[in-house]
């Protein structure tokens, strides 16, 4: 019999459903608000480099990836970023499923390269700084947040409780209340609980385990999703900081922990939102924010 027809049959279908799909996504697809202007500024950093970071392979501990849908400086040393900072705003929602997490191809190759295994059996969560929930417009800026650059080693109890409430509490603002936020967050010092118990550093030493996962956010009411956001901050823009413990008793509700982004910088030894006057961020970051939250709601982890 000859097989020839049915194979070339076959690719026809296979070619035809690729060709579809990428009709269908490119129809559904909400442009990204990487990059806005004439000048090409880049708006995941348009409020600052909180640790001036650089592109230079010489800074290995404090290395700046400027990817289409968040940005980041990545620690070698420790494995896991220093900080992860984005924009979000409405049209980075969308049906984009879940995916894999993976190496980050990315990095150097001089750098250590961590892997989603290094996080297996070791008692802690895969945890996202840069939440996939926040880049669902396709399945394309979902897969980004799956880097392993993008995550740190949480408590369990502190990825899929606080820390993820805070995380449906941002995307409520953007989403109900039609707000742009640029947030970062990071992890900060040695040594996390989870349940297998302390542990200073999972993957015989290859990556560390924090002490603490901090975030800092800035509401901007009527913001774009654009590096013009900077100017719309003024002397009432809500400013929001929290700072956690990587343990397994922190439970739900993230308003306990909040702070002023002030005891943040100092916690972390980092400037944010330094690109915005100075006249009108640095008594903003003073104030502790006390706006009330609702009751937090049940949701499904990331991990």
């Not at 640790?51 to 980041?72: H, I, R, V, W």
């Not at 502190?158 to 409430?165: E, G, L, P, R």
């Not at 995380?167 to 707000?179: G, I, S, T, W």
Request: net charge neutral.
């Amino acid at each position: 019999m000859d097989r020839k027809p049915a194979n070339t049959l076959v690719t026809v279908v296979v070619l035809l459903a690729v060709f579809l799909y990428l009709v269908y996504e490119a129809r559904h697809r909400v442009p990204q608000p990487s990059v806005d202007g004439p000048d090409g500024s880049y708006v995941h950093l348009a409020m600052g480099n909180p640790s001036g970071a650089s592109s230079d392979t010489g800074s290995a501990d404090n290395f700046l990836m400027q990817k289409p849908y968040y940005a980041l400086s990545y620690n070698n040393t420790k494995g896991t970023p220093n900080w992860v900072s984005w924009c979000v705003h409405a049209g980075d929602f969308g049906p984009a499923p879940r995916s894999q997490f993976y190496p980050d191809s990315d990095l150097p190759s001089i750098f250590k390269h961590v892997t989603p295994r290094d996080y297996t059996d070791s008692g802690f969560d895969r945890g996202h700084m840069c939440p996939r929930s926040d880049r669902t417009s396709t399945t394309t800026a979902a897969n980004a947040t799956f880097a392993m650059t993008n995550i740190i080693p949480q408590a369990p109890a502190v990825n899929q409780k606080a820390w993820a409430d805070l995380e449906d509490y941002c995307r409520l603002l953007v989403q109900r209340k039609h707000q742009t936020l640029y947030i970062i967050d990071g992890p900060q010092g040695q040594g996390g609980t989870g349940t297998k118990g302390q542990a200073d550093t999972i993957a015989r030493g290859k990556v560390v385990v924090p002490a603490q996962c901090w975030k800092v956010i800035l509401v901007v009411d009527g913001g774009t999703g654009t590096s013009a956001d900077v100017g719309r901050v003024g002397s009432d823009t809500r400013m929001i900081a929290v700072v956690m413990p990587n343990v397994q008793s922190t439970g739900h509700g993230w308003a306990k922990f909040r702070t002023s982004v002030r005891e943040v910088e100092r916690l972390t030894g980092y400037k944010f939102f330094d690109r915005v006057s100075a006249a009108v961020i640095e008594p903003l970051k003073d104030q502790v924010d006390d706006v009330h939250v609702p009751a937090p709601r049940s949701h499904k982890s990331e991990e």
